[in-house]
């Protein structure tokens, strides 16, 4: 007898969709409907996410199915290229609708990047005090603090107390950016003094200055420094936003943290795409953006790796006599490589975030170069015994051993010296320090196993 009581149908409920799957089918089928009941629920950043995942043409039917619901959260979320399709697709009053949302910051961001004639086609749909505010951010260097700022602020004059802000906050509700962190307190010639948090203006009482409540981390950004620099700074002092002044001191925008985390991310990618010579690369590239960035390193590599070639042409008559040497070369210069991009992201990394100065500049080169010397000694001692019990020779179990020495202090030395001097000469050390540095490897690999090679052994 079934001892089970009778309830409800107890079937596991069957799994949940792929959301990718489900927007492709809805795109073939051109279900508009099921579309928007997809992407209605989902966050901006998903909704590129993925779009990003999407063909060329999935995401033309897309962009054309799901026009008239593109808010500017989402094109603030798009990549770049994606973004142009997306502004190519809606039409000016959508696109004005979706820009009136965002923040001038955002607004600034989305612009820049795009063709002169899709800018000029957003600024056209732009109020004139707000297309007034995006043509003066824009009108700053590219990555600076100008470029970043926003200049929705919320401010105050010196002599107010917490219930005057409370009073004005509440009045100008609709006013107000989105999202704050401060209350910036001025003097009558803008010029930023302090800046209180909200939660000091909620819990103190109505009577007390705004002077008496300031924070002691006001940091003010030039809006001509660079957003690198700026972005450093937020993560070294832990702020939560910062006052932008003008070259007369004068508050002209703020930073908020978001912004200033996503410089530091995108400087993080890009020296980690730079350093492989991948370019600015993009899930969404196409077969040939990515061979138009990738492709002109690859020619460069070409070049530099005849360098070898040409060493190694000077000893055919070491590698004719030893034939053994040509299947143990590659050991030396692979290894040394290796050793060399280790330095080479240690201090490419160090440089990005400022941990290399001047001061401590003579220090790391030290370690470094004890770090490879102690590393050569570690590797030539197993390469040399292995060389010489496998071939029966211990004058090339020597050679293997010295050149193995010689290339890991090469590569350590080249590793951080390298990116030292491109940065020195005001070039960035994450763009072609990997090409200088395999080759510098390669080179003195080769040089010296064979050059060892011919003076020990023939």
Known sequence: MDQHPQGPDRRPAPAAKDPLETLRAALSASDAAGLKALLGPLHAADIADLAAQLVPAERRELFALYRGEIDGEILSELDDDLREEAIAAISPEVLAEALRELESDDVVDIVEDLDPPQQGMILAALGSADRAAVEQSLGYPEYSAGR?????????????????????????????????????????????????????????????????ITE????????????????????????ISAPVVDGNGRLAGVITID?????????????????????????ADGVVGTVRKRLPWLVVNLF???????????????????????????IVASTGGIGGTQALAVAVRALATRQITPATARRVILREAGAGLLNGVGLALLLGVAGWTIFGEPLLGLVLGLAMVVNQLTAALGGVLVPLTLDRLGFDPALASGTFVTTLTDVMGFFAFLGLATLLLL
Do not use: C
Request: hydrophobic residues 50%; charged residues 25%; without cysteine.
């Open 259 to 283: 912004d200033a985390m996503e410089v530091l991310d995108e400087e993080h990618e890009e020296d980690m795409l730079r350093l492989a010579g991948a370019g600015e690369a993009s899930a």
């Open 148 to 212: 970043l700022m926003q200049r929705e602020v919320v401010v105050a004059p010196e002599h107010w107390t917490v219930g005057e802000a409370i009073d004005f906050l509440r009045g100008a509700a609709e006013r107000l950016p989105d999202q704050f962190y401060h209350v910036i307190l001025v003097d009558p010639r803008m010029r930023p003094l302090g800046y209180v948090t909200l939660g000091r203006v909620l819990s103190s009482r109505r009577e007390v200055p705004l002077r008496a």
């Open 304 to 330: 530099t790796a005849s360098l070898s070639a040409v060493v190694i042409s000077r000893f055919e008559d070491t590698i004719a006599a030893l034939v053994a040497l040509a299947a143990l070369m590659p």
């Open 216 to 239: 002691d981390s006001l940091r003010t950004v030039s809006v001509l420094d660079k957003g690198e620099d700026v972005a450093r700074a937020f993560n070294k002092y832990h702020l």
